[in-house]
């Protein structure tokens, strides 16, 4: 079956600019996670999704970054008033359910803020 | 802060040879420790997971050691094969805060033929 898929998988901006990055979980998966991966770094956990609540913000760095999942499938990450420190991989992870191991991550959305 | 630190940052093999990447933690409430593998343009892929009431898992070339009392485990990869050359991450997943996982600042392996 079809992974985690992202897109775009690269997307230049200015910044100032707003941006959405859109994520397709896993069919079936109720759980939906976003992870941001700068250069040579970790991914560090951004919010959770179980189904169409936000269960942990606790990631985002500010109220600039934003992400809802309105029917519990295709979860969209929002920032507003892009800032060149924002540049990074945004990855998005899906689960069959909160309680489950294993996280399956798509190939990720390159950002770059100008 | 780094909640689990990683080393080392890149590491070169001979073909054959073993690989051996180690990873810390002081949160108690960890209680599952996954390794991914990334290689370049694709997201993290489950390579090998571990509970802490377990000391080893092998699957394969790939083994996990596990030191509770030191709060350390490693990955060892047997036999390693130029395909193995990837970026390696460990991580850890507390059971008091949600499901987020906090993954360690990446391993470079490279493999030479």
């Known amino acids: 079956g079809a992974g985690v898929s992202q897109t775009p998988s690269n997307k230049v901006t200015e910044k100032g600019k707003y941006v959405e990055l859109r994520c397709d979980p896993i069919s079936g998966h109720t759980a939906l996670y976003w992870y941001r991966q700068s250069l040579g770094q970790g991914p560090e956990f951004l919010i959770y999704?179980?189904?169409?609540?936000?269960?942990?913000d606790s990631g985002l760095p500010n109220d600039r970054f934003f992400a809802v999942r309105p029917e519990g499938s295709v979860s969209t990450l929002k920032i507003q008033r892009t800032e060149r420190g924002d540049s990074a991989v945004y990855l998005c992870a899906s689960s069959r359910t909160s309680g489950s191991d294993e996280q399956f991550f798509g190939p990720g959305t390159r950002l770059t803020v100008l | 802060q780094q909640q689990v630190k990683q080393s080392p940052q890149s590491l070169i093999v001979q073909k054959g040879g073993i690989s051996i990447i180690n990873c810390a933690y002081e949160n108690t409430a960890f209680d599952y420790f996954p390794w991914y593998q990334q290689f370049p343009g694709k997201g993290p892929a489950l390579l090998i997971a571990i509970r802490p009431d377990v000391s080893e898992k092998k699957e394969g070339r790939f083994t996990i050691s596990f030191n509770k009392s030191a709060k350390q485990f490693s990955l060892h990869i047997m036999d390693s094969q130029p395909g193995d050359s990837a970026t390696y991450f460990c991580?850890?997943?507390?059971?008091?805060?949600?499901?987020?996982?906090?993954f360690g600042t990446g391993t470079s392996l490279t493999v030479i033929p």
């Open positions: 991580a850890a997943r507390a059971w008091n805060t949600g499901n987020q996982f906090y």
């Open positions: 999704f179980q189904g169409t609540g936000a269960a942990d």
